[in-house]
């Protein structure tokens, strides 16, 4: 009898199983947030919190330990060197679940798994003469290139070829075309 041995089988076998949760923890800890099932998130979230506090721990039988579950070297150090130091003053709570939609082929509920602590994205910012450049070259109709005696006969044969190719129209939707999109239906990710 299996009296109190719960956990969340996702109808699978141990070994099928033991995989499956251990593949999702390393794409949430490589990509920082997955698109999954619930009951998918719910089983890996115990690995991936624990795999954070390792990380925290960031000592030598916390590495080995973490290589021992996801069995990839540069893996055990992005999740040391980068993930960890992001939850240091967060005690627990490291991952969260955010409900989308239910599947339309099996109506399983579909969800955002995903680190709390996301990476901050840094925005290229333009420099001002380059933001001048670009809206000059879009108000005359062609780039501006750089002064660097180039020879005229290409500039013009460049402006020449430019002016030689038609534009293709767009042929005209049919009936059945534009009804189609309608009907069209909307294909399910996973």
């Known amino acids: 009898m299996r009296h109190k041995k719960k956990r969340l089988q996702l109808n699978r076998f141990t070994s099928w199983q033991d995989a499956t949760i251990k593949s ?3 794409s949430l800890l490589i990509y920082e947030s997955l698109r999954t099932t619930l009951h998918r998130a719910k089983a890996v979230r115990p690995l991936a919190e624990k795999l954070i506090s390792l990380a ?11 290589f021992r579950i996801l069995g990839d070297h540069k893996l055990v150090s992005l999740l040391f060197n980068e993930i960890g130091p992001r939850f240091t003053k967060r005690a627990s709570g490291y991952t969260r679940v955010i409900n989308l939609a239910r599947r339309r082929g099996d109506d399983a509920q579909v ?9 901050a994205k840094v925005k290229k910012v333009k420099k001002a003469k380059e933001v ?4 000059n070259a879009k108000d005359s109709g062609e780039l501006q290139e750089p002064a660097t005696g180039e020879k005229k006969e290409e500039k013009a044969h460049d402006a020449a070829t430019k002016e030689k190719v038609p534009q293709a129209k767009k042929p005209a939707k049919k009936f059945l075309g534009g009804i189609r999109g309608i009907f069209k239906k ?3 990710s996973l």
């Open 186 to 188: 909307e294909r399910d």
């Open 56 to 66: 925290k721990a960031n000592t030598l039988s916390a590495k080995r330990e973490a």
């Open 111 to 119: 969800v955002i798994f995903e680190l709390t602590e996301q990476k």
């Open 132 to 135: 001048k450049a670009e809206e």
């Open 24 to 26: 999702l923890a390393r």
